[in-house]
């Protein structure tokens, strides 16, 4: 009986306890729910007006006192957005399903062409409505029984307006169903056109803003080689005459792809794409993708084979289920503080906000079961050392490795997952890291470090669960090496920055990098200014002599011969690497390592000390789609290839390495080196 009284008052104990923890974590979340984190502190919500919801017959508006948000019923299209006395931000010109929406592009295997989808659902459901906040979910689902090419998945839009916060949130949950029909998905994003007549000035980073040209001076405009980069020749602001306007020279990676948007500048009113997180975007921290452009519009790209080409194209086959989550992405709206009379001071604002949402994830918020919340998620951490004896006889620090968790697979994979989520880490300079805010799954873990070529993973699975937090230690990394290094172009950095990149046409200019020269890569036409710098004679790197700063163009392109005007014909390109050896061990074993930036139908040959062998040593075959090249990258894809060379192979004195990018015929077609190294064998002195 005593032992039974114990129980009973141990029961009444851990059940008091639950019910106070219970109260706890009500109180807490009532606390949060009542106030606001601003830049100026927590916020009482309760000195903001509550939320409203209005149904109307064929639309409902979201309320909040400082912004109205009307969407189309049952569609989710954002038909208008209302603030700082402007009635619509958005483009009333254009239809109501042209204004503000989430979109797919996506096919059918073996279709020819694509199909344009904005996602209209066929249902609301108010998911919450209270005064503090509202969240909406705008759904459609996949019908097999309709004897049509549909998109095969099941769309869940939803949008959040909270009580005193001056934007709102959207994210989407994507989702199929075991044995549904096979499809190509080849992009996903939100896109907002904002009203012409309004924003006129554009900001994409710190160094990257402009007042840009509207829609109808593009349309006045010359196309150039391409649709989407149009020569200004007649724009409605005088100031832009003769500039290039491109949408892809406004790209970013998805690392510095945190906040973007349009200011305008009467009524002061900025309109801001602000993305604190991206676990869920595909391919890694590097990735490129659009930001905002020329409409003016603003995009939250969530997925797309830009700067990759087929490999990042999701392909579903055999009835594949799949289910994901992207976003929420954050749409900021701010105006002028009292006492505030600079218009560009809102870009200043709204950094500050995109630091307040990225150390707020992961939301609170957001009420799908899908979307994991923070007790939901653990964390792994540890440390990057690098082994690489040739250059210190000590293990070195990984210094500002990048590190991160993403779906299994080979190294160097993480580029091309697409389906599942990622995330990333800096090493501190000690290579010290931690991954927060990791969801619950198995996951192999990866790193690169700039200064050293190749791919780290970890030799085992990291399986994170709720609240785990792991700790794997002292890690090593042994970049491919096989022995001292004898020469070396460049800088290993997955990038072709720090090779020579050339000033544009001067009628092909973009004003911006003309003043902001350390992103000039991104000026138009620079691939035909090769052609012009070696007009009959292809380049020449002398090791010892030339600078790879100055005398390595940053891309391997084809030239073009003018056989008439207007006419181009693009031939292949042959470059040559020439060294002195004074000694060589014939027996021996030396390697190449090429790094490529970038690749984009294009084969790379290498001959050694014969141009005119039939056969060359090494070929890459076809590889890379790309583009980087045309769309203002200085890099796309990261590949690398260690060539052996024997050393019968080598001649004393005067060496010289071909490299042939041997596929003509287009100005884009070519590749960008990262990096190139000749290593001796193993004990060469």
Same mark, same amino acid.
């Given at each position: 009986m005593g032992k039974m009284s114990q129980r009973r008052q141990w029961s009444c104990v851990v059940g008091w306890f639950g019910i106070c923890l219970l109260q706890l974590l009500l109180l807490a979340e009532c606390t949060v729910r009542r106030q606001r984190i601003t830049k100026k502190g927590f916020q009482d919500l309760e000195s903001y007006p509550?939320?409203?919801?209005h149904l109307l017959e064929n639309h409902v508006v979201m309320d909040n006192g400082l912004v109205n948000v009307t969407l189309s019923v049952p569609e989710g299209m954002v038909t208008g957005i209302e603030y700082n006395g402007i009635a619509n931000l958005l483009e009333e010109r254009n239809k109501e399903n042209d204004r503000g929406y989430w979109d797919i592009v996506w096919n059918l295997p073996e279709a020819h062409g694509n199909i344009f989808d904005?996602?209209?659902?066929?249902?609301?459901?108010?998911?919450?409505?209270?005064?503090?906040?509202?969240?909406?979910?705008?759904?459609?689902?996949?019908?097999?029984?309709?004897?049509?090419a549909q998109l095969s998945l099941n769309i869940d839009k939803r949008f959040i307006l909270l009580r005193g916060y001056p934007g709102f949130y959207t994210y989407g949950i994507f989702e199929r169903l075991e044995g549904w029909p096979d499809i190509n998905v080849y992009q996903g994003r939100t896109v907002f056109k904002l009203q012409e007549k309004l924003f006129e000035y554009m900001a994409v980073s710190d160094e990257r803003q402009r007042i840009m040209p509207t829609a109808d001076d593009r349309a006045r405009g010359q196309i150039l080689d391409y649709p989407e980069a149009v020569l200004l020749t007649n724009p409605s602001n005088t100031f832009l005459r003769g500039e290039v306007d491109d949408k892809y020279q406004y790209s970013s990676d998805n690392k510095d792809n945190r906040i973007h948007g349009w200011i305008c500048p009467d009524p002061p009113t900025g309109f801001w794409m602000i993305t604190p997180s991206n676990e869920f975007k595909t391919g890694g921290p590097v990735k490129q993708d659009l930001t905002s452009h020329v409409g003016p519009t603003i995009l939250s790209m969530y997925f797309s084979t830009h700067y990759a080409g087929e490999p990042l194209a999701m392909t579903f086959r055999d009835g594949e289920p799949w289910r994901k989550v992207f976003g929420p992405v954050f749409v900021y709206l701010n105006t002028l503080q009292e006492n505030d009379t600079e218009p560009l001071s809102l870009w200043a604002d709204a950094k500050e906000q995109m630091?307040?949402?990225?150390?707020?994830?992961?939301?609170?918020?957001?009420?799908? =079961?899908?979307?994991?919340? +923070?007790?939901?998620?653990?964390?792994?951490?540890?440390?990057?050392?690098?082994?690489?004896?040739?250059?210190?006889?000590?293990?070195?620090?990984?210094?500002?490795?990048?590190?991160?968790?993403?779906?299994?697979?080979?190294?160097?994979?993480?580029?091309? =997952?697409?389906?599942a989520y990622q995330f990333w880490a800096v090493a501190d300079s000690e290579g010290y890291f931690l991954i927060k805010n990791v969801r619950p799954g198995n996951y192999s873990l990866y790193a690169w470090v700039p200064g050293y070529i190749g791919d780290y993973k970890y030799d085992f699975y990291v399986n994170i669960r709720p609240g785990s937090r792991i700790t794997l230690g002292a890690l090593t990394y042994n970049p491919p090496r096989n022995g001292p290094t004898l020469w070396e172009i460049g800088i290993p950095d997955r990038t072709a920055i720090?090779?020579?990149?050339?000033?544009?046409?001067?009628?092909?200019?973009?004003?911006?990098?003309?003043?902001?020269?350390?992103?000039?890569?991104?000026?138009?036409?620079?691939?035909?200014?090769?052609?012009?710098?070696?007009?009959?004679? +292809?380049?020449?790197?002398?090791?010892?002599?030339?600078?790879?700063?100055?005398?390595?163009?940053?891309?391997?392109?084809?030239?073009?011969?003018?056989?008439?005007?207007g006419n181009k014909t693009y031939v292949p390109t042959t470059w040559q690497i020439a060294f002195d050896l004074d000694n060589i061990d014939f027996f021996g074993t030396y390697m190449l390592q090429i790094a490529l930036a970038s690749a984009n139908e294009a084969e790379l040959q290498v001959r050694i000390n014969n141009p005119d062998e039939e056969t060359p040593y090494f070929t890459t075959g076809t590889i890379g789609k790309d583009n980087a090249i045309a769309r203002h990258g200085i890099h796309g894809l990261y590949m690398l290839y260690s060539l052996e060379i024997p050393g019968s192979q080598l001649l004393f004195g005067r060496n010289i390495i071909y490299l042939t990018q041997s596929r003509g015929s287009s100005p884009w077609r070519g590749i960008m080196y990262d990096y190139l190294r000749l290593e001796g064998p193993p004990e060469y002195t």
């Amino acid at each position: 009986m005593g032992k039974m009284s114990q129980r009973r008052q141990w029961s009444c104990v851990v059940g008091w306890f639950g019910i106070c923890l219970l109260q706890l974590l009500l109180l807490a979340e009532c606390t949060v729910r009542r106030q606001r984190i601003t830049k100026k502190g927590f916020q009482d919500l309760e000195s903001y007006p509550p939320v409203r919801l209005h149904l109307l017959e064929n639309h409902v508006v979201m309320d909040n006192g400082l912004v109205n948000v009307t969407l189309s019923v049952p569609e989710g299209m954002v038909t208008g957005i209302e603030y700082n006395g402007i009635a619509n931000l958005l483009e009333e010109r254009n239809k109501e399903n042209d204004r503000g929406y989430w979109d797919i592009v996506w096919n059918l295997p073996e279709a020819h062409g694509n199909i344009f989808d904005k996602l209209a659902a066929t249902s609301l459901n108010v998911v919450l409505e209270d005064e503090n906040g509202i969240e909406l979910s705008f759904t459609r689902t996949y019908d097999d029984s309709i004897n049509e090419a549909q998109l095969s998945l099941n769309i869940d839009k939803r949008f959040i307006l909270l009580r005193g916060y001056p934007g709102f949130y959207t994210y989407g949950i994507f989702e199929r169903l075991e044995g549904w029909p096979d499809i190509n998905v080849y992009q996903g994003r939100t896109v907002f056109k904002l009203q012409e007549k309004l924003f006129e000035y554009m900001a994409v980073s710190d160094e990257r803003q402009r007042i840009m040209p509207t829609a109808d001076d593009r349309a006045r405009g010359q196309i150039l080689d391409y649709p989407e980069a149009v020569l200004l020749t007649n724009p409605s602001n005088t100031f832009l005459r003769g500039e290039v306007d491109d949408k892809y020279q406004y790209s970013s990676d998805n690392k510095d792809n945190r906040i973007h948007g349009w200011i305008c500048p009467d009524p002061p009113t900025g309109f801001w794409m602000i993305t604190p997180s991206n676990e869920f975007k595909t391919g890694g921290p590097v990735k490129q993708d659009l930001t905002s452009h020329v409409g003016p519009t603003i995009l939250s790209m969530y997925f797309s084979t830009h700067y990759a080409g087929e490999p990042l194209a999701m392909t579903f086959r055999d009835g594949e289920p799949w289910r994901k989550v992207f976003g929420p992405v954050f749409v900021y709206l701010n105006t002028l503080q009292e006492n505030d009379t600079e218009p560009l001071s809102l870009w200043a604002d709204a950094k500050e906000q995109m630091l307040i949402e990225t150390e707020s994830w992961p939301y609170s918020f957001p009420l799908s =079961e899908d979307y994991s919340l +923070d007790y939901q998620r653990g964390s792994a951490s540890g440390r990057l050392l690098i082994q690489d004896s040739y250059i210190s006889e000590r293990l070195i620090t990984g210094n500002s490795a990048y590190v991160g968790l993403a779906a299994p697979g080979d190294a160097g994979s993480w580029q091309t =997952e697409n389906k599942a989520y990622q995330f990333w880490a800096v090493a501190d300079s000690e290579g010290y890291f931690l991954i927060k805010n990791v969801r619950p799954g198995n996951y192999s873990l990866y790193a690169w470090v700039p200064g050293y070529i190749g791919d780290y993973k970890y030799d085992f699975y990291v399986n994170i669960r709720p609240g785990s937090r792991i700790t794997l230690g002292a890690l090593t990394y042994n970049p491919p090496r096989n022995g001292p290094t004898l020469w070396e172009i460049g800088i290993p950095d997955r990038t072709a920055i720090e090779f020579f990149i050339p000033e544009p046409s001067p009628r092909l200019m973009n004003q911006l990098y003309s003043v902001n020269q350390a992103e000039k890569f991104r000026q138009y036409g620079l691939w035909d200014r090769y052609s012009e710098l070696y007009p009959s004679e +292809d380049l020449v790197f002398t090791v010892g002599v030339n600078n790879y700063q100055t005398d390595w163009f940053f891309a391997h392109v084809n030239r073009y011969l003018s056989l008439n005007v207007g006419n181009k014909t693009y031939v292949p390109t042959t470059w040559q690497i020439a060294f002195d050896l004074d000694n060589i061990d014939f027996f021996g074993t030396y390697m190449l390592q090429i790094a490529l930036a970038s690749a984009n139908e294009a084969e790379l040959q290498v001959r050694i000390n014969n141009p005119d062998e039939e056969t060359p040593y090494f070929t890459t075959g076809t590889i890379g789609k790309d583009n980087a090249i045309a769309r203002h990258g200085i890099h796309g894809l990261y590949m690398l290839y260690s060539l052996e060379i024997p050393g019968s192979q080598l001649l004393f004195g005067r060496n010289i390495i071909y490299l042939t990018q041997s596929r003509g015929s287009s100005p884009w077609r070519g590749i960008m080196y990262d990096y190139l190294r000749l290593e001796g064998p193993p004990e060469y002195t």
